[in-house]
């Protein structure tokens, strides 16, 4: 079995989670897209053109170094043992409604108070 049928073959939300975060991952670190360019700012989200991706792509970021590789390690390991033999995810749609659900509670309290990023990385409130 080749390494591609394998990779097919893997439950679809976990295979495509963990695929998308080690490429946008490899991507950042690599410096080929700017750390900017993928983070969460609400302002750039309601502009026109709307920058909807900065909506994914924050949940998609890992650690450096080997954060990379365990990283998205667990994110497939432990998503797709939810994805195929969880009995609270019975349905074929519900990992996907549950993963949805956890990132819009997770951005909900940014929309009562930004959190803004400055030059030397740390969060502060505004």
Not at 54 to 70: A, H, S
Not at 86 to 107: E, M, N, R
Not at 114 to 120: F, T
């Amino acid at each position: 079995m080749s390494s591609m049928d394998v990779f097919w073959a893997a439950p679809p939300i976990s295979r495509t989670l963990a695929a998308s975060a080690f490429l946008l991952s490899i991507s950042v670190y690599t410096g080929f897209v700017p750390f900017h360019a993928v983070i969460f700012d609400p302002k750039n989200i309601w502009t026109f053109p709307p920058q909807l991706w900065r909506l994914v792509t924050p949940f998609l970021i890992t650690g450096k170094e080997l954060g990379i590789i365990f990283d998205t390690y667990f994110l497939y390991q432990y998503g797709s043992k939810l994805e195929t033999s969880s009995p609270k995810f019975s349905q074929p749609g519900d990992f996907a409604t549950y993963i949805l659900f956890v990132s819009s509670v997770i951005f909900s309290p940014l929309r009562i108070r930004p959190v803004r990023m400055i030059r030397d990385r740390k969060l502060i409130s505004t």
